[in-house]
């Protein structure tokens, strides 16, 4: 591509992206819902088990990934996330392969060593905690990494991800108490990425306030709602909300509307939804009507994206399934006995 094509922008609202981290964004959102359609594939052809992922989300979700300081420490963001979040990994450089082993269960799977659920990361080398299956525990031990970056000094913040019916949880509001304790404010950015379900309710019949940051209003905790489906928007919020964390060391809030695209998970079908939007059409209209980008480059990312996970899958299946007698591994602390009989602990992959 020519590079004066690079230098130019693409606008959205008022606001502005270079074309070419809108391609890099592109790219990410298709890499990562062509994994998450292959794995919903996997779980209804016997390859895996239950799906449950982000499709839907992967405008937001990329632009969060590519602007969180990665590593691993105090002075680097961690990352308190939830099961729809694969886009922020793969935007921080996780392969998709790692999404086909969580799916296949292998041994091989870094995350969970095949223990654990699809969409359940945890990277200890990114400050990623483990993802839980039950919602909004994530909540309450942000200020807990919070407080020790504050602690510690630096920029670092604790992101914290979850749904919007999840914020019925009391977590969210004790995420809102230990944030903003008087002289003790915490750096902790609270995302709420609202498809407007949970599960089968829909938000409309649960919330009384108009916006959910508007609960935050009382703690005083600063909030902005942005078009999750939108990835330039969600691209400056995101970076004004963490920059705003990273220079108060305080709390704030940020409502992404999403869409759900293939319903809650596997349990109720992983059937295309046809009546929301999809954030990767509309971005690629939006690229294609600027003109500043041809149809072929869009079909590569395509193509590339579905050779990428295809290879993964043929690779997975052919590792290893976990040994029964590993099934505590890594679950508590070297016991004494590890210490005389010391496991293998470097032979999988971390
Ligand atoms: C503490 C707890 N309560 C209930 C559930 C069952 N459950 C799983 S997902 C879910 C809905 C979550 O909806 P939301 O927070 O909006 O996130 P979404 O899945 O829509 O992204 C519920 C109720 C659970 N896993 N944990």
């Known amino acids: 591509m020519p590079t004066e094509l690079l230098a130019a922008e693409l606008i959205s609202g008022r606001e502005a992206l270079s074309v070419d981290r809108c391609l ?10 062509v994994m998450e359609e292959r794995l919903i594939k996997m779980s209804k052809s016997g390859q895996g088990h239950f799906w449950i992922g982000g499709p839907g989300e992967e405008a937001f979700n990329a632009a969060l990934g590519l602007q969180v300081r990665k590593g691993q420490g105090p002075l680097y963001d961690y990352l308190h996330l939830h099961y729809r979040n694969s886009a ?31 969409s359940h990361w945890a ?13 909004e525990v ?7 990494t919070a407080l020790v970056q504050k602690r510690a000094g630096g920029e670092g913040v604790s992101i914290v991800v979850g749904g919007d019916a999840g914020t019925a949880e009391g977590d969210f509001a004790s995420c809102m108490i230990w944030s903003t304790r008087p002289g003790n404010e915490l750096p902790v950015l609270m995302v709420v990425t609202n498809n407007s379900y949970g599960i089968s309710t829909p938000a409309c019949s649960q919330h009384a306030e108009k916006h959910i940051i ?8 600063r909030g902005e709602v942005v078009d999750g489906n939108d990835p ?18 305080r709390p704030f809030m940020l409502e992404a509307h999403v869409s759900r695209l293939y319903g809650h998970s596997s349990s109720s079908g992983a059937l295309r939804v046809k009546n929301e939007v999809c954030c990767i059409e509309q971005f690629e209209k939006k690229l294609l009507d600027s003109g500043l980008v041809e149809t072929a480059v869009i079909e ?8 990428e996970i295809e290879q993964a899958v043929e690779q997975v299946m052919k590792e290893p399934m976990p040994r029964p007698e590993d099934v505590e591994k890594y679950t508590y602390a070297p016991s004494e006995v590890d210490a005389v009989y010391p496991h293998d602990y470097t032979g999988l992959p971390r």
């Open 123 to 135: 990277k200890a080398e990114w400050n990623v905690i483990p993802v839980t299956s039950v919602i």
């Open 232 to 249: 330039i928007a969600s691209w400056h919020a995101i970076s004004r909300a963490l920059q705003y964390c990273r220079n108060t060391r």
């Open 300 to 307: 590569q990312l395509h193509d590339d994206a579905l050779a």
């Open 214 to 221: 508007d609960r935050g209003k009382a703690f005083g905790i």
């Open 88 to 118: 922020t990994l793969i935007a921080m450089g996780m392969p998709l392969i790692e999404g086909v082993r969580q799916m296949a269960m292998t041994a091989t799977d870094t995350h969970s060593l095949g223990r654990n659920f699809i």
């Open 24 to 33: 890099e964004l592109l790219r990410i959102m298709i890499r990562a819902r």
């Open 138 to 144: 994530q909540y309450v031990m942000a200020p807990g």
